[in-house]
């Protein structure tokens, strides 16, 4: 169970990217946190990897408060809550291959275990024959589905996902979403902010709803705001 | 144990190139350039100082008991090596052979006036003046000799010539060391991105750390192996021209103490490759 | 006008990402470029501002051939085709502000001039609050609206936008739209790749759509295809 | 222009930071170091050779017109500089201050036995040998003396020396331009990227350019003129208290040639710094 207890993140800048945040997340969940650009949802997500630590507030795992792990605690937490980034994060100097099997070589998998995961992996995200490229030499959707290949290989018990279908068409979005889907039937939580209101709308799951900082709404079987209205309102 | 030690080959072939390595090799060469001077100058300076002894001029008045009671005497003092009679006559040998072209002089002497004397060697060279100076007080001690002025100079010199190596020594060391470690983690922060990446994988700071640590090594081994390996081999080379040329200066011509250095060196090498290594991830990491 | 003579684009390692693409823009179009992730939009974008030569086939602009363009050439054809990238490109030891300015100081633009453009650019993308934040201090939408802002700040002849709503919501994205259908009213080329379809299929513009790296679609007033199709069947 | 001095200086104080400051500072400071040895072993050795002379001893036959003669054809030898006439007396009173202790020896002679001598001195202290053995050729000439065997050894060893010191010279240089020339363009590797995004932004090459280059002067001038600065100020201050001690060995002590040398070491500082930042601009825009 994940718990936000009155958490506010003010940057070394001055900027409250979350102004009191409560909510709670029961394990098995799937939940979209939707909200425009710079509302704070990747900020959101960041505190359950502790990427950053809340400057007031509480952010709890199972009961443990996450800002009070001690240093070497972090890496284990970071096993069981992968995260897919924004900014896909993939090491330059290794092949796809290498970049995905890298997240079970830091868990200690057992050597004759990580190929045939990492294979199923790519696999899953349609990037089979790209095993052996650099990430340098992919589109930016390939890159985008090598960071969710890396962050669903160790089976996760949850997975934070941050915009993963912002590059990808919608024929491949919908791909990842049966995989995304899938991992949370199998019992793994999901989060994943999202401006793809096709997806929100078309899926109908817990929607989260971050405005400057704040939650402004919480639905079960949510939908996108806005989208029909901005619909009717051609600009030009 | 295997991934660490292929990770850290890998990227040391990969990442590290010929920049780190290179200045590595540069540094240790001119390290053990600098070595191989202070060892020559050592030896050269030390094969001054042993040359120099002390004359001792004995009273014609002292006969063969009291010359064995003086050199018991001499023998006692503090810093006295050893000590060897020069009859008068074979003084007078030594002192035409000293005049060279100008020896004819002695020979039209109808008399040797030279006294018989003690030639006394010391321990410490820097020691000289004190000894012969309580030499000069025993009795039956006509006068002593050691080429005052001379000899003050010649140990000033090397004195000298000692300090200003060691602080040279300092100096270059320090440097060294500043500049490889810095080379070593300069060429690493392109990959501060990469420490990131792996810390929010979950990746533990020891396995992250293995890997530069094993980089460092290898950087450090290779680096100082090649210049180690050709300054051996060079000044080898070099010397065995250099000493027929110069066969009075004592340069060092046995690979043994080179080897040694050589050696000595590679170590170095390693130690500050692996340490700026260490030193670079810990910061990243911020343990 | 643009024109793409039998173009083909082979990477190093053997991928091909164009195969025989034969098309023509001209002055002032707006054209939507659509395909599945890794069909080769990246690639066509790449191809305009000389960041790639073709294997075989030409590019023209007017009558000149890009590839043929001798190095000095080059920075001034990138002043006029600006390109507003995919994964940002953004000057991370650089403000906000400097980064949109400097596409203007490398033009050689009157000094003076340079504040008031820039901060039209900044207010244009909403942006106007964050000009002294440095890149890795803004979410991943502002970043793309930085790179937004730099490549409209000149008033280029042709603007290339490589999925510039990618990481936005969809109502910043229309305000993106916006700027970008004024700039075209205003004679500009517009080439936009997209994944939106519900911007494109708002918009009625001509839509290219790429499939492996060959021209399967061109459509004066197009449609984002297959929406409909994937809508209705919904995974899970 | 002012936005190039502008972006240098700024990107100089944020990016090169103070490692390949730092590098450059202690790389010259070496190089100084070594510098001011070579002009002080200089200094000495030269000092050395010039007191080589000749000592011509002429046949007691002799007349004064004899002597005038055969001191004009020593001094259309090639290579003499001058030459002095040394009279018997004169020799003998030297000859007594030269033996020191042991001058009784000659206050028993009778008769003066030397015979009159010229002191010649060379213009090139190599040359000895040969100018010595063409005036022992001479009709008049006695004998040669300069002190055979010795010179030659102190001759060999000024040039062994001579020799070390240049071949320590080049190898100390390259190792520093290499070191520095590496450091700098490490410290670029961050920059690569920015490098591309200005080429993707429309920036000509010589835009690109400028601030690297004036980055590059910037920090070859700070780093030398540190190391510059204060090997002129710590090596005035060691050797006023060093010269005192060793008299008779000729230190330079005069602050101008010191000068000189620092001033050298800047220069070279901003090269090295320019140059590196735009071999390396160079590299990346692959003009
Ligand atoms: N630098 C490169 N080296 C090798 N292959 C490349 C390189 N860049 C792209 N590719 C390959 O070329 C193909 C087309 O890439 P491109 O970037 O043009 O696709 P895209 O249509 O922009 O895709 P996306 O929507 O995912 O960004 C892909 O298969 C990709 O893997
Ligand atoms: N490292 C940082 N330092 C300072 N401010 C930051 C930092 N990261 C984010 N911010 C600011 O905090 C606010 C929230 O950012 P966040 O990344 O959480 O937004 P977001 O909802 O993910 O937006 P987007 O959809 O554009 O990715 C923004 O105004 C952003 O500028
Ligand atoms: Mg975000
Ligand atoms: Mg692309």
Known sequence: ?236 | MRYFLAEGWGSARRNVSLISLGTMAASIFVLGVFGLVMMNLTSVTGHLRSSIEIRVYVEDSLQAQGLEKLQQEIESIEGVDTLTFVSKDEGLKRLTSQLGERSGLVDILEENPLPDAFDVRVMNADMTPDIASSISDLPGVLSVSYGQGLTEKLLATTRLIGVTALILAVILLGAVLFIVGNTVRLSLVARAEEIEVMKLVGATNWFIMWPFLIEGMIVGFMGSSVSGISLYAGYLACINRVAPVVPFIPIIVEPAPVARLCTGLVVLGVLMGVLAGGVFVRKHLEI
Chains 1, 3 share one sequence.
């Open chain 1, 1 to 236: 169970m994940i718990r936000f207890y009155e958490v506010t993140k003010i940057y070394p800048n001055g900027v409250t990217a979350l102004a009191s945040v409560n909510t709670q997340i029961d394990m098995g969940e799937f939940v979209f946190l939707v909200g425009s650009s710079g509302a704070g949802k990747t900020t959101f997500l960041k505190l359950l990897t502790r990427e950053i630590v809340p400057t007031r507030g509480q952010v709890l795992l199972g009961n443990r408060n996450i800002a009070r792990l001690r240093p070497r605690e972090v890496p284990y937490l970071r096993r069981k809550v992968r995260m897919i980034f924004q900014d896909f994060k993939l090491l330059p100097n290794k092949t796809v291959y290498h970049n995905v099997a890298f997240a079970l070589l830091v868990t200690e998998t057992a050597p004759r275990k990580i190929r045939p995961s990492v294979e199923q992996a790519l696999a899953l995200v349609g990037l089979e024959n790209k095993a052996s490229a650099y990430p340098d030499e992919l589109s930016g959707g390939e890159q985008q589905r090598v960071s969710i290949a890396r962050a669903i290989v160790g089976d996760p018990s949850i997975l934070l996902a941050d915009e993963p279908t912002g590059n990808l068409d919608l024929e491949t979005s919908w791909d990842i979403m049966e995989v995304l889907l899938r991992i949370n039937k199998r019992g793994t939580t999901v989060i994943m902010s999202t401006h793809n209101s096709v997806i929100v709308n078309g899926l109908q799951q817990r929607v989260i709803e971050l405005d400057n900082g704040k939650i402004v709404r919480d639905d079960r079987k949510g939908v996108y705001e806005g989208e029909a209205e901005h619909n009717a309102v051609l600009p030009g």
